[in-house]
């Protein structure tokens, strides 16, 4: 079985890391982009390592209490094996140990896959940026109330389903 591990990104990890967005994105964050990222105080960035080598990353911004999720990537090999959900995970942890009360994020409206993802965690949509990505419209998603007893059940829940 592979071992997986949850970690704080770093800058050693950019090089993986453009390789991964080449591979998903005909427009990928560059390492500068990356290195701006990480260099921001207000930013947790996670990297998940499978057998030793980065499959995934995610991020999220905080601001007050909103967590804003900048973005969340899986390998194409490593797909639909709950990595995305680890990070997510790991990004939902930060941001509450941080003092956020919620979530969002805006997601291709053609992107089930990561909208699927997103809804386990409660996140719902609530509107639409017309043109947000040139080419196409994002869904904003957003939880609520993510400090609150309900939520840390469906955490405890997500996170059973780890196990
Ligand atoms: C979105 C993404 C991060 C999901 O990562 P993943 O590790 O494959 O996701 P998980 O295995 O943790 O799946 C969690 C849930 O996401 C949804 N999901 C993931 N892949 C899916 C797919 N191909 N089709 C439909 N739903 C999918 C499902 O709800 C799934 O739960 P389930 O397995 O109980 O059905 C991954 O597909 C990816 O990197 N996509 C390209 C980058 C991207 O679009 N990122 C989001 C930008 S906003």
């Known amino acids: 079985m592979a071992t997986v591990l949850?970690?704080?990104?770093?800058?050693?990890?950019?090089?993986?890391?453009?390789?991964?967005?080449?591979?998903?994105?005909?427009?990928?964050?560059?390492?500068?982009?990356?290195?701006?990222?990480?260099?921001?105080?207000?930013?947790?960035y996670l990297g998940v390592d499978?057998?030793?080598?980065?499959?995934?990353?995610?991020?999220?911004?905080?601001?007050?209490d909103e967590a804003h999720i900048t973005t969340v990537v899986v390998h194409p090999d490593h797909r639909q094996g709950r990595l995305g959900t680890r990070v997510m995970l790991g990004l939902v942890d930060a941001a509450l140990d941080a003092g956020a009360r919620s979530?969002?994020?805006?997601?291709?409206?053609?992107?089930?896959a990561?909208?699927?993802?997103?809804?386990?965690?409660?996140?719902?949509?609530?509107?639409?940026?017309?043109?947000?990505?040139l080419d196409e419209d994002a869904v904003i998603m957003w939880a609520h109330d993510v400090d609150g007893s309900e939520y840390s059940e469906r955490l405890a829940a997500i996170r059973e389903g780890m196990l």
């Open 6 to 44: 949850l970690r704080e990104l770093t800058t050693s990890d950019l090089e993986a890391a453009v390789a991964i967005e080449t591979a998903v994105y005909s427009q990928p964050w560059s390492k500068g982009v990356f290195e701006d990222e990480l260099a921001q105080p207000n930013r947790v």
């Open 50 to 64: 499978v057998d030793g080598r980065l499959g995934g990353y995610g991020g999220v911004m905080l601001v007050g």
């Open 103 to 112: 979530l969002t994020l805006e997601v291709r409206s053609s992107n089930t």
């Open 114 to 133: 990561a909208q699927g993802l997103y809804r386990r965690f409660g996140m719902a949509p609530v509107g639409v940026r017309k043109g947000y990505y």
